[in-house]
C-alpha cells in the first residue's frame, strides 16, 4: 500500500536528521540556493518511486550539497566586518577616541536615542563610532551639492570658533561666530540681507535664531546633534559631542577636507592636530544638561 505523502515528509525530516554526518549537522543554517534545489527536488519526486528510491537520491543530493557549504565562523566574520569599517573611516579610529566626539551627555533625546550605544558609570551617554562616522560621510556627499556662496556656518559656542574660522577660510563657506545677525537672512530691509541655499547648525540650543530664520525661509539644513539635541527640521545631521574645541575641530577638519577634494578646491589642509587644539568646553556643568 503506497504511503501517505504526510508519512514521506515526516521519514524526510527524519533521513537528513539521522543520517547526515555529525559534522554537516553543524551546517544547519544552507544557503538559500541549497534549501531551494532540496525543496525542488522533494517536490518533483515521481509517485512511481518507491520511498527507498526517494531516500537514496535525497541523501545524495544532500552530501553534494553540503559538499559545497563553506562554513565561515560568527566570530571571524563579525571581525572581518569590524576591521573593513575601521579601514573605510574617514580618520583613524583612535582619532574619534582621542577627540571625544563620542561622548554625549547624560539627557538623550527620543531624537538621538538610535544612536546611543551605551551609557558610562557617570550616567554619560555614548554614541556609536561606526554611526558617527556614516553619517559624517553622509554629511559630505550632502554638502557637496551647494557651492560655498549658498553656504552659511553658525557657531555661537566658542569651542568652535577657532576650528569653524579654520573651516571657513579654506573653503570659503561664509560663518557667524559670536553673533548671528537676527533677520538676516528674512528681513529684505536690513542692508545685509543675503540668501542662501543651505544652513549648517552647531548646535540647535545656542544657534535657535538661525535655525528659526532657515525654517522660515524653507532653506536646507544641516545639523550638528549631541545626544541632548532635536534634530527636527534638519535635512540631514551629523551626531557627535558638539560641545568641545577637539571634537568639533574633527568634524570641520573632516568637513573641510572632503569639501575641498568633491569642489576640486587646491587648499593646503592642516594637520588634523592644529584643529583639536586648546581646551575643552564641555565642562561638568555642560554635561549636567
Known amino acids: 500500500m503506497p504511503e501517505k505523502k504526510e508519512d514521506i515528509n515526516e521519514k524526510l525530516e527524519e533521513i537528513v536528521e539521522e543520517e547526515v554526518p555529525e559534522e554537516k549537522k553543524e551546517k544547519k543554517k544552507k544557503p538559500k540556493l541549497a534549501i531551494a534545489e532540496l525543496a525542488e527536488m522533494e517536490s518533483l519526486m515521481t509517485e512511481s518511486k518507491s520511498f527507498e528510491e526517494r531516500k537514496k537520491e535525497l541523501l545524495e543530493k544532500a552530501k553534494k550539497l553540503t559538499g559545497k557549504i563553506e562554513v565561515i565562523k560568527t566570530e571571524d566574520l563579525k571581525e572581518q566586518i569590524k576591521l573593513k569599517k575601521r579601514t573605510d573611516m574617514l580618520i583613524p579610529l583612535e582619532e574619534y577616541v582621542k577627540s571625544g566626539i563620542y561622548i554625549g551627555t547624560r539627557v538623550v533625546t527620543p531624537d538621538m536615542k538610535p544612536y546611543v550605544y551605551r551609557r558610562r558609570a557617570d550616567g554619560l551617554a555614548i554614541f556609536n563610532t561606526d554611526i558617527i ?157
Open 133 to 289: 562616522d556614516e553619517k559624517l560621510k553622509e554629511a559630505i556627499n550632502y554638502l557637496s551639492n551647494f557651492n560655498a556662496k549658498d553656504v552659511i556656518l553658525v557657531c555661537k559656542r566658542q569651542a568652535g570658533w577657532k576650528p569653524a574660522e579654520m573651516f571657513s577660510k579654506l573653503t570659503g563657506i561664509r560663518i557667524f561666530t559670536k553673533k548671528y545677525p537676527a533677520g538676516i537672512l528674512t528681513n529684505t530691509k536690513l542692508h545685509d540681507f543675503f540668501e542662501n541655499e543651505l544652513t549648517i547648525i552647531c548646535d540647535t540650543w545656542l544657534d535657535k535664531n538661525a535655525l528659526a530664520d532657515t525654517l522660515n525661509v524653507k532653506k536646507k539644513i544641516l545639523m550638528i546633534c549631541d545626544t541632548n539635541n532635536f534634530s527636527k527640521g534638519a535635512d540631514k545631521i551629523i551626531i557627535g559631542n558638539n560641545k568641545s574645541e577637539k571634537s568639533l575641530g574633527v568634524i570641520f577638519y573632516i568637513l573641510a577636507r572632503e569639501y575641498c577634494k568633491a569642489k576640486k578646491i587646491d587648499a593646503d589642509i592642516p594637520e588634523l592636530e592644529e584643529w583639536t587644539g586648546g581646551s575643552d568646553e564641555k565642562s561638568g556643568a555642560l554635561l549636567g544638561v
